[in-house]
């Protein structure tokens, strides 16, 4: 897959292990997120993601629950040519400095389906029907 930099200080995203199915993105510069704010940090890439394929940027596990924060999951589409900007909401009560060059989300990249969407008068009957959030337990 291509990768082209953005930034002079950005790096290539790599697996930490030969199991891990995502892709560590690094901040591309220092960065501070205030207390309980959200912030894009950019990673300095861009990615040409092939037709009929998606890349997901997920949180990573570690930054989470080691510092209180998370990266909000994201959409990259087949078509984006910009920087992978990775969101971090800061959930505690302090500021939190992203350094240069820190794991800060994975990519995980996937198949995309793309059906045809037919607009109809009714849908196929199911036991559940429409009962939505917690009908099926907690």
Request: proline share 5%; charged share 15%.
């Amino acid at each position: 897959m291509n990768i082209k930099f953005l930034h002079p200080d950005a790096t290539t995203p790599t697996r930490a292990t030969p199991g891990a199915s995502g892709y560590d993105l690094r901040a591309c510069q220092d960065h501070i997120i205030e207390a309980h704010a959200i912030a894009v940090i950019p990673t300095g890439i861009a990615i040409e993601i092939p037709f009929g394929f998606e890349a997901q940027v997920r949180p990573r596990s570690g930054l989470a629950a080691k510092s209180g924060i998370v990266a909000i999951l994201g959409t990259i589409d087949s078509d984006y040519r910009g920087d992978v900007g990775v969101i971090l909401h800061n959930t505690t009560a302090w500021h939190f400095v992203v350094k240069k060059n820190t794991a800060i989300a994975q990519l995980v990249f996937a198949n995309v389906l793309l059906p045809e969407l037919i607009q109809v008068d009714s849908l196929d009957e199911t036991t559940r029907a429409a009962n939505g959030f917690g009908s099926t337990g907690v």
